[in-house]
């Protein structure tokens, strides 16, 4: 099994910024498409930014060009740089992921997160304006 635990929630003013960690432990030897999911209250889970084991991302429409995704393979943690956080941001924050094997694009995953297997418990991050 694949542990997957975040951290780096807050919560800061509009316009500032916060990087988000998920640290891997378990089946780190596997190869792993990741990425980052939020969901609002009242609201479905959206996907944020996802990465595959060659290093390809995807984003959705209103984080990009504000968000960054990125992992430290080394030490099995993947990152997500937020900024220009705007209260529309506010959410709690999964990371998850899957099995390279299993084929998914970075796209599919963004669109369908439910078809992740492994997910951590979320941080929350508020933006205020």
């Known amino acids: 099994q694949l542990q997957l635990r975040e951290s780096g929630g807050d919560s800061v003013q509009a316009g500032g910024s916060l990087r988000l960690s998920c640290a891997a432990s378990?089946?780190?030897?596997?190869?792993?498409?990741m990425g980052w999911f939020r969901q609002a209250p009242g609201m479905e889970r959206e996907g944020v930014a996802v990465?595959?084991?060659?290093?390809?991302?995807s984003y959705a429409d209103s984080v990009k060009g504000r968000f960054t995704i990125s992992k430290d393979n080394a030490k099995n943690i993947l990152y997500l740089q937020m900024n220009s956080l705007k209260p529309e941001d506010t959410a709690m924050y999964y990371c998850?992921?899957?099995?390279?094997?299993?084929?998914?694009?970075?796209?599919?995953?963004?669109?369908?997160?439910?078809?992740?297997?492994?997910w951590g418990q979320g941080t929350q991050v508020t933006v205020s304006s």
């Open positions: 990465v595959d084991s060659d290093g390809r991302t």
């Open positions: 378990g089946w780190t030897d596997n190869d792993y498409l």
């Open positions: 998850a992921a899957d099995l390279s094997a299993w084929g998914m694009t970075t796209m599919q995953a963004l669109g369908a997160p439910d078809a992740l297997s492994y």
